[in-house]
């Protein structure tokens, strides 16, 4: 009975268990965040110099934004329903730990974006490419 007694004790202590430290209490922060605050600039390509670029700030739930929910958050945070032409960039890093945006192309990429974001936000650029271009458009 002491021994069930003295573990009850332990449990209830709200005490980490031995050897558990800070890494998996981060790691345990980072599962459970539930909002990823997002900023996000928006440039006309080729324009930059001409038109200066728009910023928007916002929240999103990870757990339940797919590259397509965000594309129609961005499309109705920036007027662009008519514009079909923009691509979607983070800002992360290379191999080499330099800071550098990188596209977002597919779910799996914006996984990638949320895990990587740099806190307190992640950072998103969207290039909308003139309607008088053609081709294909790469961020």
């Known amino acids: 009975m002491a021994t069930a007694s003295g573990a009850s004790d332990l449990s209830g202590s709200g005490a980490p268990p031995p050897g558990v430290g800070a890494q ?3 790691a345990a ?5 539930e909002v990823v605050r997002v900023r996000v600039k928006v440039r006309l ?6 038109l ?11 757990q339940i934004t797919s590259l397509d929910v965000l594309q129609h958050i961005l499309i109705r945070a920036f007027d662009l329903s008519g514009k079909k032409n ?5 800002l992360g890093r290379d191999r080499l ?3 550098v945006y990188l596209s977002l192309l597919s ?4 996984s990638t974006a949320f895990a990587t974001a740099s806190k307190p ?3 998103l650029r969207v290039d909308i490419r003139p309607s008088e271009d053609s081709g294909p458009y790469l961020v």
């Open 24 to 26: 998996a209490a981060a």
């Open 29 to 33: 922060e980072e599962e459970e965040r």
């Open 45 to 50: 390509a080729k324009c930059e110099s001409f």
């Open 52 to 62: 200066p670029p728009e910023f928007r700030s916002f929240a999103v739930d990870p």
């Open 86 to 90: 923009f691509g979607i960039s983070y």
């Open 97 to 99: 730990g330099q800071e």
């Open 107 to 110: 779910d799996w990429d914006l």
């Open 121 to 123: 936000y992640l950072q």
